[in-house]
């Protein structure tokens, strides 16, 4: 494993932050507070994190000015205006990154295909006809790419992924392991009682910095293409549908599911385990809660949820039995009876009163 | 890439339509409305698509003869009694075919194995000891089938599956990239205070005509097989557990699970992420809707249902709020009682108007 | 295929029965009582199968004492006090196993690896630097491990499995196909209006006897490391997300998700498709059942549930209506003033009585 050694000062320049302290300490690592060592370098992410940052053995800490004061315990610091930023760019330094390149002698690369120079494409990949992969871009071992893909330049493909259906990618794109890209879309004609299979035509397009997180199924289109935009972040295991296009930089947390010919805006944010029903428009800025299902466009930016957390089983279970009344209880009729009967009743109790 | 070039005339024939226009017009591709060329043609799927279709720039449509006379801007037709499955029929036309045949020389088989002369098999793909693969049965780079597997003609077995368990598949079936067939099912005694495992002796069989989607999991059964009828047809990232059992002709969307030992009828549909516990029967041509779950068997046809859609999520919490409290409200109580005070208020108010 | 064939006796003693009938009866298989023929052994599960084995064709039974009693149609018997966990030792003894042992020539291993001597790793596995796979650990065709993972004894790892992110798994570790464990966890730092990724610093680590099923993702850490305890069983399509600490002997079943940096207890069950949010704890023997949405700290144990069994459609419409009307009904409020309504009429009854 390759060594990550950095002074304290070769850090505050990378994340330009004000050094405080022994500007020649050696750090190589990045922790937690709980977790960190004299070696090691931590953030502290806002005042809640303050007795954690006390009691911390970590060598140096990212902090803003207002935390520093509070830190006696510490004397070597790197002052920021948000120490989470901070924290995200020293990630990158202290990540191991692949550093082979070329092409490993059982990778099986269709004499069309163009792969750059300074690629990675690792132990049995199998890269079809017309195939290009761009500059910097690495391949992880065992993945394959099917005839008439194209990748972009600085990449990253885990292993076991499968792209096929003549996918696009773009540049800077990460893929995990174990993803289908470009797979068929799940289109059917009803003929006959049976299931007549509709060979799917389009493709997948995928923009730049697009990343995608492992287990996940992403359809090509019938006909159009399943459009990724630039910026989108999709975490594991979420079912992208043919047809759908997904805005620039919308968030998909894991196992969201997309049906098909749904097109979702800019900057939305689904968290885990949203269901989208097919052949609707959610616009930009939209937030969707957990576990939500939306089954209609929505049209207005916002945030949307639907579902309940946790009930004790028993309390769940008297009002479930509730729920199935529901149906036939019309409450704001009811609402509107007891209204009318409560003045039904002052008035006859003042009527009894003046004739007392 | 194969060319695919088309004269009108031969693409009316194939799906037995009446050709109107120019019979030896060339097309190679099936577009979208929007995005077709004059060299694609398209169909149009019923009166809501008119305009779009009045404006497309497609060569040729295909189109019901009431259609026809309203596209004014087109003079080239197949007019057909269901354009869906017109279409639907040409994307088999249009559609890149795997064409190689043979062994690749990296796929490793067992020398018990028996192979079709025609079948494809790719890459590094890796088949066990007594496997059968048939007639002209396409296995895609980097796919394991274990040994005592069986698979019939004219399947499609995409990238990255593994098939295990013993598995029989019959013929014309697809299975997409990246899932995983005839693991072990989720079988554990308790026992001592742990899980003691239980090793699963069933396995899967698939019939006819079935599709199964990318990253699914469908595993082996625990004594009994897991069973899969003729043309059921599965998205993507769908679960079957051990000893589940899916009548003929049933689909069953992406992201939907169905627990251990239950059984699904015929004709039946299950939209997208839908959840069934095991040890139930559902019968024939039952319909649930998205995301519903399903907790105790269904004995009558028709359509289930269980969740809600969206709400804004200010709304969503204040309706939260009154469901925690709707356990302690006996509601149908509530309405009955509600009617008598009703009753009680009017005969005191007619009591007291008779004694005015 | 290697026979399995066992006198009544010696299984009677690998599970310490008593046996009742031809101790010399050859056995060779393990069937349910619906499949069993006469060379199969079948067990019976209480007394709710006592139909089902008085007719079943088995050979032997294992059954409770009460139970034989009343089998009149059968007469060779293993007596046990929980036939169940009978069944389940029986399931390994007619398990077929894999015999292999060695590394296949295709497998690409890592000059700095240390395999042992009888572990198996199959075709086109590759095993990067510095791994460590331990004695009798299996790992089937096609695998990836990456740089710096760590694998005990007597695993066994099936195919397509990608395992990076410099994983430590402890022994008796049981890993299903397609599944991704180490992959970097759903990490990004909001930037300028696009996201930021945070490179994933920690790692996945693994105790013994734990299960994983298939097509599961198991995200790397941040900076401290996601852990699975002694024991844990995990059954296919579930998202772990960085951060996650799961206790011992806890059960999560399929389609589940754990959202980062949530830690549940010990010998807690997870049903089906239950999502869990981010930064929460869940104490010691908490059961969730299926498809639970879980939003809060659980620091009670006990059952808890969210989510409704499935209603007609038509009928669930209906109290969707109601639900969305429900935000406006101050429910408890509507209870208290009808209590106070009946109230005021039988005081006005009262009344009216007295001045009759």
Same mark, same amino acid.
């Given at each position: ?77 790197? $002052? ?12 990158? $330094? ?34 079809? /006809? ?27 493909? /885990? ?11 773009? /540049? ?31 493709? @997948? ?9 492992? #287990? ?15 910026? @989108?972040?999709? /975490? ?44 609707? #428009?959610?616009?930009? #800025? @939209?937030?969707?809660?957990? =576990?939500? =299902?939306?089954?209609? #466009? ?22 479930? $039995? ?35």
């Amino acid at each position: 494993m390759r060594s990550h050694r950095y002074k304290l000062d070769e850090l505050a320049q990378l994340v330009q932050g004000e050094l405080i302290g022994q500007s020649d300490l050696v750090l190589n690592g990045l922790a937690s507070l709980e977790q960190a060592q004299p070696n090691h370098i931590a953030f502290v992410n806002g005042d809640k994190y303050l007795n954690e940052a006390l009691n911390s053995k970590a060598g140096a800490l990212i902090v803003t000015a207002e935390l520093k004061d509070q830190l006696t315990t510490h004397h070597n610091f790197i $002052v920021v205006a948000n120490p989470y930023l901070a924290f995200a760019i020293l990630t990158h $330094v202290f990540e191991t990154k692949v550093l082979k390149r070329g092409i490993e002698s059982t990778a099986q690369i269709s004499p069309s295909a163009i792969i750059a120079d300074d690629a990675y494409i690792g132990h049995y990949v199998v890269i079809g /006809d017309d195939c290009v992969v761009g500059a910097n871009t690495i391949i992880q071992s065992n993945t394959r790419i099917d005839d008439g893909v194209e990748i972009g330049k600085d990449c990253f493909i /885990d292993s076991q992924v499968t792209i096929t259906g003549q996918t696009k990618i773009a /540049d800077r794109v990460r893929i995990h392991s174990n993803t289908a890209i470009g797979g068929e879309g799940f289109g059917f004609a009803p003929y006959q009682g049976k299931w007549s299979r509709i060979a799917q035509l389009g493709s @997948v397009r995928i923009g730049n910095d697009v990343r995608i997180g492992s #287990n996940c199924s992403i359809d090509r289109g019938a006909l159009d293409d399943t459009i990724l935009h630039d910026g @989108v972040i999709i /975490d594991n295991l979420v079912q992208i549908a043919h047809n759908v296009q997904i805005g620039e930089n919308t968030a998909i947390a894991a196992k969201c599911g997309i049906a098909g010919s749904t097109t979702i805006g800019k900057n939305c944010i689904l968290a885990g385990a949203v269901g989208v029903v097919g052949h609707i #428009n959610i616009t930009d #800025n @939209v937030t969707i809660t957990g =576990m939500s =299902m939306v089954t209609k #466009n929505i049209s207005e930016a916002g945030s949307y949820s639907s579902g309940t957390g946790q009930f004790e089983t028993n309390h769940w279970k008297r009002t479930v $039995v509730r729920l199935r009344q529901l149906a036939d209880v019309p409450l704001t009729k009811l609402v509107k009876q007891i209204d009318h009967m409560q003045a039904q009743l002052e008035s006859i109790e003042s009527t009894l009163k003046s004739r007392k």
